[in-house]
């Protein structure tokens, strides 16, 4: 791991193992995932960037990656679509030759609606967004993993562990089983050379809280937090690439990094 003291800060740490790797982003046009997939690609990887909604954002993050001599593939398609997460898996496998990592960052509330009113049709879109993706991407993903070993990181929340704020409980609970399907998906999928591990992050400020949080509610979270300020995308940034990378965290599996400013501390 090299480091050089002339780099733009967030630039300068260097983790050469993982130089030259094929990882699929998954919800990175925006966000968390649109910070992953700048950073990776300052790593020397080659970044499949995964998005569905968001064009133009997604298209202002490829480009700047190719600007600064990054390597990016842009894939399309609805998360929640086990046919169409499938495509994107194996196109982006197809175009790079092979996949080295999977990040199933794609994940939304999709609105606050209590428990008391949540419907079915609510109930679905939350759990085949946030839940079915996950698993339908790994489990295209295994066949290409598995050839050279590889990594799965899947995002989780702090969601999953303090119940959700009022009108997220579905999201959360969703999380949760996120968190689950990470030990589990470890536990099998070891024996295959494969690491899966997950970040939960805390109140990060993205376009996710902007669509459903108002500001008072977020400075009054923010109350709450030791650090007394909210997250930023980049902030979670170094916890995925410790775990993608098998140089530093080659004996880390199943586990789930907390990223949340002091919010839990577990």
């Known amino acids: 791991m090299t480091s050089d003291p002339t780099a733009p800060e967030g630039a300068r740490l260097q983790i050469p193992d993982l130089s030259g790797k094929a990882v699929l982003i998954t919800g990175a046009s925006t966000g968390i995932g649109a910070a992953l997939a700048r950073e990776f690609a300052r790593q020397g990887a080659r970044v499949g960037l995964h998005y569905n909604a968001s064009v133009d954002a997604a298209e202002a993050v490829a480009e700047e990656i190719v600007n600064n001599g990054g390597t990016v593939f842009l894939t399309r398609g609805d998360a929640s679509k086990s046919a169409e997460i499938t495509r994107v898996v194996e196109e982006t496998a197809a175009h790079f030759g092979g996949l080295d990592g999977l990040i199933n960052n794609a994940g939304a509330m999709l609105g606050r609606v209590p428990y008391a009113e949540m419907t079915d049709e609510q109930y679905d879109r939350v759990m085949d967004l946030n839940c079915r993706s996950v698993i339908v991407a790994s489990r295209a993903a295994l066949p290409f993993l598995k050839n050279q070993g590889g990594f799965i990181i ?113």
């Not at 050379?193 to 669509?211: D, K, Q, Y």
Request: hydrophobic share 40%; charged share 15%.
């Open 154 to 266: 899947n995002t989780s929340s702090i969601a999953a562990r303090n119940g959700a704020s009022l009108g997220s409980g579905v999201y959360g609970s969703a999380k949760a089983f996120v968190s689950n399907v990470t030990k589990g998906m470890a536990k099998e999928w070891i024996e295959f050379g494969i690491r899966v591990n997950a970040v939960s992050p805390g109140t990060i400020m993205t376009p996710f809280h902007e669509r459903y949080s108002t500001p008072e509610r977020l400075a009054a979270i923010a109350e709450t937090i030791p650090q007394k300020r909210l997250g930023l995308a980049e902030d979670c940034v170094g916890a995925y690439l410790f775990l993608a990378s098998e140089m530093l965290s080659g004996y880390v599996v199943g586990q789930t990094i907390e990223v949340n400013g002091g919010q839990l501390m577990v």
